[in-house]
């Protein structure tokens, strides 16, 4: 894991109103993105556009404005929506980064495959405005020193064993989702849309389409090539079981799935789909819907 010194980034002046970790990952998000952004030709810190204001704020040569939204306290999924409506209305693209280890994530988010993670609906809302990606950043105390990770992408699947429903738990409500992670390269945005939402993100790859890559070359290897058909469920099967032995305990069986349809949509690969859709219902089925034997 990378980190980067943050000591002359530390703000220097408290506030009430915004906590510690806030203001450095705001110094630390301003500061690196105006450095490795050579089309920038505007930035600040704190810009206000009446009702709304944003955290950092950048303004690049192409004219494309960017609201850069940090969240460390708990956030409705509601919210995030009217937020990025509000930007999108002025026509501004909004990058959202999220406090890994802040009140606004179902439990603490890391640079690295994980199972059975608590998602909040706010995480699970940008997963889906994102189409695969959440961006986290964490800071770290080490005595007097400060540390922040690089910005880091998170991708979340079904869980093998518990059910894709909402769970309350005394005050707080969440999900339970397998969750991957994803390496940004660089600094540098990207101005998009998704979901007919103007979003700005990194130049990161989704996981999805990461791991239908090494799918991929995997079943290269063994020739599996696309002009041969596996067309009966018990050689479906057998492949199957190759690949989840290989890749489920980083992405889980669900992930799998998805990925092999993926290559099948694409004419890469003739399996049964009979079969990993009957397979699938089975590990639905399997699901728990409570959490008493699981430490979340």
Avoid at 27 to 49: T, V
Avoid at 117 to 141: C, D, F, M, T, W
Avoid at 251 to 266: D, E, H, P, S
Avoid at 270 to 295: H, S
Wanted: charged letters at 30%; hydrophobic letters at 35%; proline letters at 3%.
């Amino acid at each position: 894991m990378k980190y980067k010194l943050l000591n002359s980034l530390i703000p220097k002046i408290e506030s009430k109103s915004e906590s510690f970790a806030h203001k450095v990952i705001k110094q630390l998000l301003y500061k690196k993105i105006l450095e490795n952004n050579s089309n920038i030709a505007e930035a600040s810190l704190e810009k206000y556009f009446k009702s709304r204001r944003a955290d950092v704020y950048f303004k690049l040569k192409s004219g494309q404005e960017v609201a850069v939204e940090i969240q460390n306290s708990p956030i409705t999924s509601r919210e995030i929506t009217t937020r990025t409506k509000d930007y999108n209305n002025r026509g501004i693209y909004v990058l959202w980064i999220l406090y890994g280890d802040g009140r606004c994530v179902g439990s603490p988010k890391n640079p690295k495959h994980a199972k059975n993670v608590k998602i909040s609906p706010a995480e699970l809302r940008l997963h889906q405005l994102y189409r695969g990606r959440v961006y986290y950043v964490n800071i770290k105390y080490e005595g007097e020193k400060i540390t922040a990770t690089l910005p880091f992408g998170l991708h979340f699947t079904n869980s093998d064993k518990i059910a894709p429903i909402l769970f309350r738990k005394r005050f707080e409500s969440f999900f339970v989702r397998n969750v991957n992670f994803t390496y940004i390269p660089n600094w540098s945005l990207l101005c998009t849309t998704s979901n007919n939402y103007k979003i700005a993100r990194f130049y990161d790859r989704n996981a999805k389409s990461t791991l239908v890559e090494d799918l991929s070359s995997i079943l290269k290897r063994t020739n599996l090539l696309r002009n041969q058909t596996i067309n009966n469920s018990k050689s479906t099967k057998k492949i199957f079981r190759v690949i989840s032995a290989l890749f489920q305990d980083d992405y889980g069986k669900f992930f799998i799935l998805i990925a092999l349809r993926q290559l099948i949509r694409n004419k890469e690969l003739m399996l049964k789909e009979k079969f990993l859709n009957k397979y699938e219902k089975k590990l639905k089925k399997k699901a728990q819907t409570k959490l008493k034997k699981l430490r979340l």
